[in-house]
């Protein structure tokens, strides 16, 4: 079965400081791949997605994160965090049919001064 | 811009009433999901729609029901409303199969509280 793991259920960094989420799946073949952000009392917002070719993606606000097929993993990454990237993060995985989201339980993120 | 919109931000209901949760998107998809969100559980799928007055149930149907009379609406049903049905309820849309990419676009959440 296809599953999403997400192995910090929250993390503290201070702002400034670099920024690694985890993310492992559990999929028969190469999954599309994605993250979100939930703010506080938002729904949420993709940050980015893979699908094939490249496996180092580019995303909004900074963001990146890189495939790893060997290791089953979609972490997610930024250099320098800033207060206002404080949030949820959630990492998916989509089946080909493109009808069904498996969602990771999120990593709460706490930026310090 | 593009946008899904979930009538009731916030709502507050006794147990065994019925509750509608209302989603409208603007972007002319043909899918629709509703999901339930809760803390350490992520986002779990109650129900889905690929067309109009077409349903298929996700994880978690069970004390749901949906309704997809036309394309733009999709709406959460709660036939008698239950104390663990508390929760964020998120709608969101996806395009079609021809264009779609698997990312779905979301609304800003209903949070449900059941007394």
């Known amino acids: 079965a296809q599953s999403v793991t997400q192995p910090d259920i929250h993390i503290t960094v201070s702002e400034g400081a670099s920024l690694e989420l985890r993310c492992n799946y559990s999929?028969?073949?190469?999954?599309?791949l994605f993250w979100y952000v939930q703010s506080p009392g938002q729904g949420l917002q993709l940050l980015l997605k893979y699908f094939s070719g490249d496996t180092l993606v580019q995303g909004i606000k900074g963001f990146e994160a890189e495939f790893k097929r060997s290791q089953s993993s979609f972490n997610l990454r930024k250099p320098s965090v800033h207060w206002s990237d404080a949030a949820e993060y959630f990492c998916a995985v989509v089946n080909t049919g493109g009808f069904k989201t498996i969602f990771g339980a999120g990593t709460r993120l706490f930026v310090k001064a | 811009d593009v946008k899904v919109t979930q009538s009731s931000r916030y709502l507050v209901k006794r147990t065994g009433e019925k509750v509608f949760l209302e989603c409208v998107q603007d972007m002319d998809h043909e899918n629709m999901f509703w999901y339930r969100q809760d803390p350490g559980l992520g986002l779990r799928l109650i129900y889905f729609?690929?067309?109009?007055?077409?349903?298929e149930k996700g994880d978690i149907p069970e004390g749901y029901s949906v309704s997809r009379e036309k394309k733009e609406r999709f709406s959460l049903i709660l036939e008698s409303a239950s104390t663990n049905q508390t929760s964020m309820y998120l709608c969101?849309?996806?395009?079609?199969?021809?264009?779609?990419?698997?990312?779905?676009?979301f609304g800003e959440g209903s949070r449900l509280t059941v007394l």
């Open positions: 729609s690929y067309d109009v007055k077409m349903k």
């Open positions: 969101a849309s996806s395009p079609g199969t021809s264009a779609n990419t698997g990312e779905l676009f």
């Open positions: 999929y028969g073949a190469t999954p599309y």
